[in-house]
């Protein structure tokens, strides 16, 4: 289901990805707050559509303005325990991970993805692109459901 918001010029083209992290100091007293934060925290949402002959809007948190867009929410992809990693099933993130160097750490801290939550595993993708982990974890790589609106 799309949503129509006001999100940053440099962030608008149909295909970018972002996870909406809530409100900014810079928000109070905007006029278009009510058009600007009408997403869901924490979630992930990919620009469906640009807004075709709308006017760049003043914004305090964003240099060169917002603008109108459609966005969706999108799932997420994530390295889960292996055991139990089966489309329809709950799953939740293995913990924290350190070792930033890792081919698979943006799939064991995922933006969009909290490790206190669990997530229904949409598909079930394979093998983590790391060879070896560091935390000697048996992980799997699924794609969570996106989020509902």
């Known amino acids: 289901m799309t949503a129509v918001t006001l999100i940053g010029t440099r962030l608008a083209d149909a295909g970018a990805e972002f996870v909406y992290h809530g409100e900014s100091s810079a928000c109070e007293g905007c006029p278009y707050r009510r058009q600007c934060l009408n997403l869901n925290e924490g979630v992930r949402y990919r620009v469906v559509d640009v807004r075709e002959n709308t006017q760049v809007l003043d914004c305090a948190a964003h240099d060169i303005g917002v603008r109108a867009v459609e966005v969706e929410p999108v799932p997420v992809r994530a390295n889960v325990p292996s055991k139990g990693a089966y489309a ?49 974890r048996n992980l799997t790589l699924v794609e969570f459901e996106a989020a509902d609106e």
Request: glycine content about 8%.
């Open 88 to 136: 329809g099933s709950k799953a939740s993130l293995q913990g924290p991970c350190p070792h930033t160097e890792c081919p698979s750490h943006q799939y064991c801290v995922p933006e969009g993805a909290e490790f206190d939550q669990e997530y229904r595993i949409a598909e079930v993708v394979g093998d983590p692109p790391h060879d070896h982990c560091y935390l000697d």
